[in-house]
């Protein structure tokens, strides 16, 4: 299932419940997630902040299957996914969920386009459709002017936008980035800035983690994360620019 | 001298912390010097038997013998035979001998026995010496070799001609080639020895004019022995007016034509041993490459460091190749030692020479070959990478870009057609070209052992029924441990790449399971990645395994059977990626959150 | 989910008061002498959306003032069928103010002191935990923060308003970090006892 097939499911997209995680045993234990619980709604952005150890990467990676929770369900699109075989969370990782790492993790060897087409080709379709999605896609992020370079020959930021537009390549219910800007520069963390609000406009579920509060502000809510559990939650689409005024100075 | 301690140190820090590659390596190493050093050493060997019993019976330098041919009613001439042994440079002699063929009968079965009629005192030249029982005394005295083939030993009855005697006793002697080598006194059989008192020798003989006679003849010069026969020996065709009933000439035969053929018996083993061992020593190259290859990402690393702090290229380079040098080193001793004490089980010759082969003498030519060869492996596969390293930037090799990833279009390109799991191996293939041809030179140099081998075995088949069987055995025995010898190197090398390329594709193989490939997916890669070169390699082997062969014995042109060749190749396949599939399943398993973390970009 | 609280308690009914919208004023008359509209319009295009909350008659009524103080004058002019307009113009010690204020380097009060003091009297009189109340206080600025940078988003390349914005955002970065700092001491004071 993927985004485009996924219009009649009316609840959250991604749904964790009880969701824990440890690491070690006895004195060694370390309880990186504590019973968190989350909905994301279709369409929404939601941005996970905190200090670093608090548990937020964790968090993401239990929610796009590359780790296994210690307790707790996690449910995509109303069907739960902890407890799948390997070979079925890849199969899912292929159509409904898409991954963008801070560390970028594109494929050294391989051209922009063909980093973008490669879950294309994971997942079977034939090469000149992936070849063609790679194009659409390369040029949603203002990169086609680049597609044929390598990786060593891209920027940070030109990097990233590739590893977004290969998170979107075959159109997942979710978009699971892990400190996307960790890596970059003022300038290029504006660049993948526009490019995650404009996801956002375009109706994508995004889940972001980040300790950036920029990114965290393109949100359309906003949780803090410390220790392994959830301490604060915000809606921030409601912001009106009565308050800006105050904001900037502009007291009585 | 400071400088020598430091990269002595640094080299042995270095060994300590990766002890299992150095294991690896010191093994590799060490079993293609044992190969070499057991080929080498049997030349050695094949001297010291025959010597410790030429000593010990005072063996003859010249055997010369004349006979009757057969039914002609000529006797042999006798007179031409006692006046060789007053020829100029001749100062002692035995004999003349009677000889006479007969057949020999002990515990049911015949065979073909060459009888000689001796005195019960001893012969100043060749007295064969006992090793059991006692000379003659109204009984025989059988040759060690064919007594030992026949099963008799001192006290056994058996029958010669249609007489019953006694063995009294069990004897070497060098003056003539142990059983079963062919004698060639007048005519060639394989013939066993027996000696027997000169009356007994005449009875047997069915007509006195049949006798053949023999004499063992001591010269001034033993070394001039080949001369003294090429100038007595009757030339090949008869001179003008020979006539049917003339009696023929004497034959002569030299020590070290008897010596020659002792050493037949073991010189196909030898050869065996020696290809075998240059093809363990181009197996253990691949093996070094494989493994020097694998640390480069590491000691390009190294490199920075040191020269960060100030060391220089030469420096550099000078521990790098310390490292190996010192394995190579402790490996060829090893092998030396080894092929030291492994000698005697290969080549214990027949019964019929005097003591055992025992541990041959290290001579300076064995130990300067094995050391040069140990040296050249380390030196060879550590000198690019050494030199390399050496001269890359320090910036560059504490950045560590110096080992990216080489990108080969084409085989990108193609592999986004296949399959999924041949797209991930061909990539991961690609990413090391020369892993690839290291694998597949693996793979063509161990088939080409093995086809080799089917042929000699082939070979040996087919002339089994000429041979000795216990020769067959052994041989059939050395061609196995070399075959095996190959196929564990070969089968640890396989492993090792297959361990190697996991560890060096993890990130991409966690990277393809986030972006939705299956584990499965992922290790059938990794195998095919592997699969692939051994198929060519195999391929490749069956040429050079058949021009191995024609090389080494060209006189032989057995193949092996048609099956067995076709056979190869998929075995090869199949062994590999069941070998492999193990590394691969582990290799595709981890969990990739863990290895996405970890690995920056 | 609480709606996120406001930094101070005020709420805006009639519009925030400029606060030095007299020294804007005297400045914005440094060039030509203008009508009240026009400066009241060339405000409006400097502030950008944060106009919109400009309290309508206070650029007026400190026009009126600054004339009192003797900073500007002002001039009747006729309009044929309109009431009246007055056109301001600066003085010369109208000028000399707004010379002196050009050349003040002197920046708003910091934030830190009053929240640190909240924190700190938190924490000694037990009335709440200080790590609490530093991530309601963040979470606080952040929709600050999101509403600030959408409205920065939203203006056209080379705005100057868009400038302004981006330092309302900038300066929420900061102060969000020295949050951070806050947490992490916080915090570990906490386990400390």
Not at chain 1, 122 to 127: D, E, I
Not at chain 2, 26 to 40: E, S, V
Not at chain 2, 92 to 117: F, I, N
Not at chain 2, 287 to 313: C, E, H, N
Request: charged share 20%; net charge neutral.
């Amino acid at each position: 299932m993927n985004a485009s097939e996924s219009l009649q499911h009316l609840g959250p997209v991604l749904r964790a419940r009880g969701l824990e995680k440890q690491y070690g045993q006895g004195m060694g234990l370390v309880r990186a997630l504590d019973a968190v619980e989350l909905e994301v709604a279709a369409g929404e952005t939601l941005a996970v902040m905190g200090p670093s150890g608090c548990g937020k990467s964790t968090l993401l990676h239990l929610l796009g299957g590359l780790e296994r929770p210690s307790a707790g369900e996690v449910w995509l699109e109303g069907r739960r996914i902890d407890g799948l075989s390997e070979k079925a969370l890849a199969r899912l990782r292929r159509h409904a969920i898409g991954f963008v790492f801070q560390a970028f993790h594109l494929m050294d060897e391989l051209t922009a386009t063909e980093n973008v087409e490669l879950p294309a080709l994971l997942a079977g379709r034939s090469p000149r459709a992936a070849r063609r999605r790679a194009a659409e896609l390369l040029e949603r992020v203002g990169l086609t002017d680049r597609a044929a370079h390598l990786p060593s020959a891209l920027s940070g930021g030109e990097r990233q936008r590739v590893a977004i537009a290969r998170a979107l390549s075959n159109e997942p219910l979710v978009v699971l980035a892990d400190e996307p800007t960790g890596n970059l520069d003022s300038s290029a963390t504006l660049d993948v800035l526009r490019l995650l609000d404009g996801l956002r406009s375009s109706g994508q579920t995004l889940l972001i983690v980040t300790h950036d509060s920029r990114i965290a502000a393109t949100a359309d809510r906003l949780i803090s994360m410390r220790d392994g559990a959830f301490v604060e939650e915000t809606r921030l689409t409601h912001g009106s620019t009565g308050r800006l005024g105050e904001l900037a100075g502009l007291e009585g | 001298m400071g400088r020598v301690l430091l990269v002595c140190r640094l080299a042995a820090r270095d060994l300590r912390r990766r002890p299992a590659e150095a294991a690896l390596l010191l093994l590799a190493i060490t079993a293609a010097i044992t190969t070499l050093a057991l080929g080498l050493g049997l030349r050695e060997v094949l001297s010291k038997p025959y010597q410790s019993t030429r000593a010990a019976t005072a063996g003859p330098d010249v055997v010369a013998s004349v006979s009757s041919p057969p039914d002609s009613g000529v006797p042999a001439d006798l007179a031409g035979l006692k006046a060789l042994a007053r020829a100029p440079g001749v100062v002692g002699h035995s004999g003349p001998y009677p000889v006479v063929w007969t057949k020999l009968g002990s515990h049911g079965q015949t065979v073909d026995a060459r009888v000689e009629g001796r005195d019960t005192a001893p012969a100043p030249v060749d007295q064969p010496k006992l090793t059991e029982g006692s000379w003659l005394g109204g009984g025989v005295v059988v040759e060690a070799a064919f007594a030992d083939a026949l099963g008799v030993g001192a006290g056994d009855p058996i029958t010669l001609g249609r007489r019953s005697f006694r063995v009294a006793g069990v004897a070497v002697t060098a003056a003539t080639a142990p059983y079963p080598e062919l004698t060639c006194l007048a005519h060639c059989v394989p013939s066993g020895l027996v000696w027997v008192s000169q009356a007994n020798a005449r009875s047997l003989a069915p007509q006195s004019e049949s006798l053949a006679y023999v004499v063992n003849l001591k010269l001034a010069d033993p070394a001039a022995a080949p001369a003294f026969v090429d100038a007595h020996n009757p030339p090949e065709n008869a001179p003008p007016g020979a006539r049917a009933s003339d009696p023929m000439p004497p034959l002569l035969q030299s020590w070290q034509e008897i010596h020659d053929q002792t050493a037949s018996l073991v010189r196909n083993q030898r050869r065996a041993l020696l290809t075998g061992g240059w093809l363990l020593v181009l197996l253990a190259l691949a093996s070094v490459a494989v493994l020097v290859g694998g640390r480069m990402a590491d000691q390009i690393r190294r490199v920075g460091l040191l020269k960060a702090v100030g060391a220089t290229p030469s420096l550099v380079a000078a521990v790098l190749l310390a490292e190996y040098l010192v394995v190579a080193l402790l490996a060829a001793a090893a092998g030396l030692a080894v092929g030291r004490l492994a000698t005697p089980l290969l080549t214990d010759p027949t019964a019929g020479l005097l003591g055992s082969a025992g541990a041959p003498p290290l001579t300076i030519s064995t130990v300067g070959l094995v050391t040069a060869v140990a040296l050249g492996v380390a030196v060879a596969a550590t000198f690019v990478p050494a030199v390399r390293a050496a001269r890359t930037s320090t910036v560059l090799a504490l950045a560590d870009s110096a080992r990216a990833p080489r990108r080969t279009a084409w085989l990108i390109a193609i592999s986004a057609r296949l399959p999924v799991p041949l797209l991930l191996g061909l990539r991961v293939a690609a990413r090391r070209p020369r892993r690839v041809v290291l694998a597949t030179a693996s793979i063509a140099i161990t088939v080409s052992g093995i086809v080799a081998a089917l042929a000699a075995h082939a070979d040996l088949i087919d002339g089994a029924s000429a041979s000795d069987p216990s020769q067959t055995d052994r041989m059939n025995e050395v061609l196995l441990v070399i075959t095996i010898t190959l196929v564990a190197l070969a089968a640890v090398n396989a492993i090792f790449i297959t361990w190697a390329t996991a560890l060096d594709a993890r990130h991409s193989s966690a990277l393809s399971r986030a972006l939705g490939a299956t584990p499965q997916q992922v290790s059938a890669g990794l195998s095919a990645a592997q699969v692939l070169p051994a198929l060519a390699g195999a391929i490749l082997g069956i040429p050079g395994g058949l021009g191995l062969i024609a090389a080494v014995d060209p006189d032989s042109t057995t193949l092996p059977p048609l099956w067995q060749l076709l056979a190869v190749v998929p075995g090869t396949v199949l062994v590999v990626a069941g070998l492999t599939a193990v590394p691969a399943r582990i290799g595709a398993r981890r969990p990739a959150a863990e290895i996405l973390q970890s690995e920056l970009a | 989910m609480p709606e996120a609280v406001g930094v101070s308690s005020r709420e805006p009914s009639q519009g925030y008061q400029l606060r030095v919208v007299q020294e804007v004023l005297l400045a914005l008359l440094a060039k030509e002498p203008s009508h009240g509209y026009q400066l009241r319009a060339r405000l409006e295009l400097a502030l950008g959306p944060l106009a919109e909350a400009l309290n309508a008659g206070h650029v007026y009524v400190t026009l009126n003032r600054l004339e009192k103080a003797g900073l500007v004058t002002s001039e009747r002019v006729g309009q044929i069928d309109r009431p009246d307009r007055k056109v301001y113009e600066l003085t010369a010690a109208g000028r000399a103010r707004v010379m002196e204020w050009l050349g003040d380097t002197s920046w708003p009060k910091p934030a830190p002191a009053e929240f640190h003091l909240k924190l700190v009297a938190a924490a000694a009189a037990g009335l709440g935990d200080p790590v609490r109340l530093v991530d309601a206080q963040r979470h606080a600025l952040l929709a600050g923060l999101a509403a600030a940078q959408r409205a920065a988003l939203a203006e056209p390349d080379g705005s100057v308003a868009g400038l302004l914005l981006e330092g309302v955002v900038l300066r929420l970065q900061a102060d969000l970090r020295w949050l951070e700092a806050c947490a992490q001491y916080w915090t570990s004071t906490k386990e400390r006892r």
